[in-house]
């Protein structure tokens, strides 16, 4: 769509007071209500004519039943526009977020935290998914003998993932704590792609060189003790209860939550607008890439980072009368947050 024609300074306030009047109402807005709180004690007269101009030029819409207007998607890409770097973060709502994640040592943790506090803080869906992707750095490994023919293999990232499995394997604890030793001294602080293809050839070039040490670590290795499923993602959502407050379509309600509850769902919606290559926060009015029943909603997103390594993605979704400036800064705060209490975590 392209963007809508400049507007002028008395527009300017016009449109923003209609848009923070119906987000904090959910009623269509009239010219007396307007004039109640205009700066230049505009009269009526004046200000529905204005608002006639920003309906001719697409920033306004009436509903039938109503002499009132209500904001079209333009109008509040408009003020998302306008607020987009001035929003701060309120004191009350950074209490919140801090309370809320503090403590937090790892990436399961904080992202499960997130969707809770994101939910709070917007009054809407809060949405945290966690990737544990190729690249994630080893921390350590741990190997412990469980009785006959089985193993624990657990594999902790820099990251904060833990996996652990079952291996059936037999093997004397005294052997698994020499191979745990081994990686954790050689390998710490590697990816997990790049330390099994480095150990796969140290393993293949020292073949005819083998010792005890050597031998119980291929063993573990061909038993996958170290691997991975790196295209795992932890996906959390809270507050789907928010979104459907106001629905009062019982089967629409229905498949809106199923839609919420299928977490490959939630996933893709967040992948289709959030990119890697993505540095601030990203307001998106109106998800053409959504199932049909999101689609007239809004999403609120950016990536969450550790060292410039993206881990995950976190998201407010809410209609379009969404308190913009709350989720907005909410967002982008924890955003920030989270490579600052990942790296401290470490």
Do not use: C
């Amino acid at each position: 769509m392209p963007p809508a024609a400049p507007i002028g300074e008395r527009e300017h306030e016009i449109l923003t007071a209609l848009v923070e009047t119906f987000i904090a109402t959910g009623e269509p807005v009239g010219s007396r209500t307007l004039a109640r709180s205009s700066r230049e004690g505009l009269s009526p007269a004046t200000i529905r004519n204005v608002m006639s101009d920003l309906a001719d030029a697409g920033f306004l819409d009436q509903p039938h039943t109503s002499a009132g207007r209500i904001p079209s998607a333009a109008a509040y890409r408009y003020y998302v526009e306008q607020i987009t770097g001035n929003a701060r973060l309120s004191s009350e709502d950074e209490n919140l977020i801090q309370e809320a994640l503090s403590g937090v040592a790892d990436v399961q943790e904080f992202m499960e935290r997130t969707s809770h506090v994101l939910s709070l803080i917007s009054h809407n869906v809060g949405v945290a998914i966690a990737t544990g992707g190729p690249r994630n750095a080893l921390e350590h490994v741990y190997f412990s003998r469980l009785g006959d023919q089985k193993v624990l293999a657990v594999v902790v990232t820099r990251s904060g993932i833990v996996r652990d499995r079952v291996l059936r394997m037999d093997m004397a604890q005294v052997d698994l704590d020499a191979a745990a030793r081994f990686i954790n001294e050689n390998f710490r602080g590697w990816t997990m792609e790049a330390m099994r293809a480095e150990l796969g050839r140290r393993l293949e070039r020292e073949r005819s060189e083998y010792d005890r040490l050597m031998a119980s670590v291929e063993r573990l290795f061909k038993q996958g003790a170290l691997a991975t499923d790196d295209g795992a993602q932890m996906v959390f959502v809270e507050g789907a209860a928010n979104l459907v407050a106001g629905e009062q379509d019982r089967q629409r309600l229905q498949e809106l939550l199923k839609t919420l509850e299928e977490k490959q769902k939630v996933v893709e919606l967040l992948s289709a607008y959030l990119g890697a290559k993505q540095e601030a926060v990203r307001v998106v009015i109106g998800l053409d890439e959504a199932p049909p029943l999101l689609r007239n909603f809004v999403l609120i997103g950016a990536p969450a980072r550790v060292g410039g390594e993206v881990m995950g993605s976190l998201a407010v979704i809410g209609p379009k009368r969404i308190d913009y400036q709350h989720a907005i800064t909410a967002v982008s705060y924890i955003a920030r947050l989270f490579d600052r209490v990942l790296n401290e975590a470490e």
